[in-house]
Every structure is written in C-alpha cells, then in structure tokens.
C-alpha cells in the first residue's frame, strides 16, 4: 500500500524558515517523481516543487530561490526547505507521487496518483 505522510508545517514569523518531510512507502522509491503542492483557503491547489525520479528539481516561480527540494533514498524521503517565508506562503502543503511527469507536467495535478494527508504552514506578518 502506497502512503505518504507529511510533517513539519507550523506556524513562523514571516521571513523565517521551515522544513517539510515527505515519508514514503508501499513503492520502489527511485522510481517515482514526488511534488509538493500547496492549497490556500479559497485557492485551488497549486504546485510548487518537484523531484523526478533522476533527480532533477522543478520550482514554480514564486518560490525560486527561497524553496529547496531534496531527496534522501536511504530514509524513502523527500524535504522541502523553505526559506524566507511570506504570509502568502500560507497554506496547507501536500506531498504527492507520480511516475509520469517530466519537466514541462510536474506543475499538474493529473499525473499524480498518491496524495498525503497534507500539513499546515501558517506564516504570520
């Protein structure tokens, strides 16, 4: 059975740092792409980063260069740093598996087949 369970939302001052986890299990980890989406009260969800199978990284603009995607194969774990933090970064963040994305579908939901439960980042101004 596939699972993926995120952690480490909260809630942070804005300008402050948080990271996510990602815990994967019920497949072959390498195999598959992992994106994180976010989804704000009253917004539909929107992706944010993702890493292929290969290991190459995808960023929506908003978040280039203050959010850092990783992976640790030996742990089945993805992370999502995210650095200086807006109150727009504000949403409940999801992990999310696919095995058909690449660089020009990361960004869409379709080809994601597993979903986590999602965790809660709240930024304050």
């Known amino acids: 059975e596939v699972q993926l369970v995120e952690s480490g939302g909260g809630l942070v001052q804005a300008g402050g740092s948080l990271t996510l986890s990602c815990a994967a299990s019920?497949?072959?980890?390498?195999?598959?792409?992992i994106g994180w989406f976010r989804q704000a009260p009253g917004k539909a969800r929107e992706a944010v980063s993702c890493?292929?199978?290969?290991?190459?990284?995808y960023y929506v603009d908003s978040v280039k260069g203050r959010f850092t995607i990783s992976s640790d194969g030996a742990k089945n774990t993805v992370y999502l740093q995210m650095n200086s933090l807006t109150p727009e970064d504000t949403a409940v963040y999801y992990c999310?598996?696919?095995?058909?994305?690449?660089?020009?579908?990361?960004?869409?939901?379709?080809?994601?087949?597993?979903w986590g439960q999602g965790t809660q980042v709240t930024v304050s101004s």
């Open positions: 999310a598996l696919s095995d058909k994305v690449d660089g020009t579908s990361w960004h869409w939901r379709i080809p994601y087949d597993y």
């Open positions: 019920g497949f072959t980890f390498d195999d598959y792409a």
């Open positions: 890493i292929s199978s290969d290991g190459n990284t």
